[in-house]
């Protein structure tokens, strides 16, 4: 199980917080942009920090950003529907993804395919949430309807999915950068 120490959590809780500020709204990269980190601030949220008031902190982070988008920043409001909602169990599905591995991880190789299993999955019930939740609810489409809604699974998943493999990937490699400068210090002292 993966657990770390209070100092630790906070700086972690720190960093995402400042990604899903500094990315949020960006959806693909740029010179000047990252793409949006949101997905991954979630995931990571729940394999790093052990608090549950995280999750609801985080959720009303990203409304908030998304709320001053739309009130002050100019940005249209396409997005905001009344599917917004179903951002709450799609990200949680991200959140208790992370979670899941945190109970299940050792720093071994083998945690590299459970890393990945649990990216998968949760991320792709996550998109079931939110491109379902505002296909189907949203009110922007005529007549959603099933037939419709697979093949833009098939469109849209894999570039959410490599957005979110993109951050974790970089997460997992500064994980084991620390674990292993860690692990010298503790030989050399």
Known sequence: MLTLNKNHQILIGIVLTALL??????????????????????FLAG???????VFPAL????????????????VDGFCT???YGFLLPA?????????????HYQFAFK?????????????????LFSSGGFYFFSGRYADPALAE????????????LGTLAFY?????????????LHAQHKRTA
Not at 22 to 40: D, E, M, Q, V
Not at 59 to 74: H, K, M, P
Not at 168 to 180: G, N, R, S, Y
């Open 91 to 103: 990200y949680g599905s991200l959140w208790l993804g992370g979670r899941w591995f945190a109970k």
């Open 111 to 127: 945690s590299i395919a459970t890393l990945a299993a649990s990216v998968v999955a949760s991320s792709f019930i996550c998109h």
């Open 21 to 42: 500020i500094l990315t949020r709204g960006h959806h693909f990269a740029t010179i000047n942009h990252l793409p949006s980190a949101s997905w991954a601030v979630f």
């Open 47 to 53: 394999v790093y920090l052990r608090p549950i008031w």
């Open 81 to 83: 529907s009344p599917a």
């Open 168 to 180: 974790v990937a970089i997460a997992a490699i500064i994980h084991i950068v620390v674990k292993a």
């Open 59 to 74: 959720l009303a982070v990203a409304a908030g950003l998304d709320f001053a988008a739309v009130t002050w920043g100019g």
């Open 149 to 160: 809604f697979l093949p833009r699974i098939a469109k849209y998943y894999p570039s959410y």
